[in-house]
């Protein structure tokens, strides 16, 4: 199975600066099916980035996602006090489906 | 906008079954994939596995031996059992859609395995 890692575990920002969160993928993700969530406490994912780039219906611009093959980034340019949660990335190249471990990203 | 519920008991006794169904609203159940997928308290997400309307299906080879998704079509569900669980199956279970990544996902529903 493909093994997601994600760093840092723990990202501390303030309002207004720029968060960068990696996910390194064991092997190559099949046709870049990297995807992105948003976890808030008690809440279910939501569906941040699919296809490593592509924005999810109602998603701000202010989150981006990048790279390829074992490498990807999820970027969010100016944080908002509503951004503070945890981010996981999933592949759907290979089965099993797999998720990374989590990145908290915290005031 | 497709919403997505979970129902079932929130508590079940080791060696036991966990059963779990997810009524899906706001659209058909026909033409899609459908997925469990678990986060046992204070840690991350685990796939359990999908289901495709027609009934074909995909499981984690972790939980593969324990795990039946089935759907039913005519009442716009699909169900989750899982054999023999134990204290480590204690998460909360979501349902979600699967179109490759997960776009619609339920609210959630804790299953604590305990005497």
């Known amino acids: 199975e493909i093994v997601l890692t994600q760093s840092p575990g723990t990202l501390s920002l303030s309002p207004g600066e720029r968060a960068t969160l990696s996910c390194r993928a064991s092997?190559?993700?099949?046709?870049?099916?990297l995807a992105w969530y948003q976890q808030k406490p008690g809440q279910a994912p939501r569906l941040l980035i699919y296809?490593?780039?592509s924005r999810a219906a109602g998603i701000p611009d202010r989150f981006s996602g990048s790279g390829s093959g074992t490498d990807f980034t999820l970027t969010i340019s100016r944080l908002e006090p509503e951004d503070f949660a945890v981010y996981y990335c999933?592949?759907?190249?290979?089965?099993?489906?797999?998720f990374g471990g989590g990145t908290k990203v915290e005031i | 906008q497709v919403q997505l519920q979970e129902s079932g008991p929130g508590l079940v006794k080791p060696s036991e079954t966990l059963s779990l169904t997810c009524t899906v609203s706001g659209g058909s159940i026909s033409s899609f994939h459908w997925s469990w997928i678990r986060q046992p308290p204070g840690k991350g997400l685990e796939w359990i596995g999908y289901?495709?309307?027609?009934?074909?299906?995909d499981y984690n080879p972790s939980l593969k031996s324990r795990v039946t998704i089935s759907v039913d079509t005519s009442k716009n569900q699909f169900s989750l059992k899982l054999i023999s669980v134990t204290a480590a199956d204690t998460a909360v279970y979501y349902c979600?859609?699967?179109?490759?990544?997960?776009?619609?996902w339920g609210q959630g529903s804790l299953v604590t395995v305990s005497s």
């Open positions: 296809g490593a780039s």
């Open positions: 979600a859609r699967w179109v490759g990544h997960f776009d619609f």
């Open positions: 999933q592949q759907y190249g290979t089965s099993p489906l797999t």
């Open positions: 092997q190559s993700v099949s046709s870049n099916y």
């Open positions: 289901i495709y309307y027609s009934g074909n299906t």
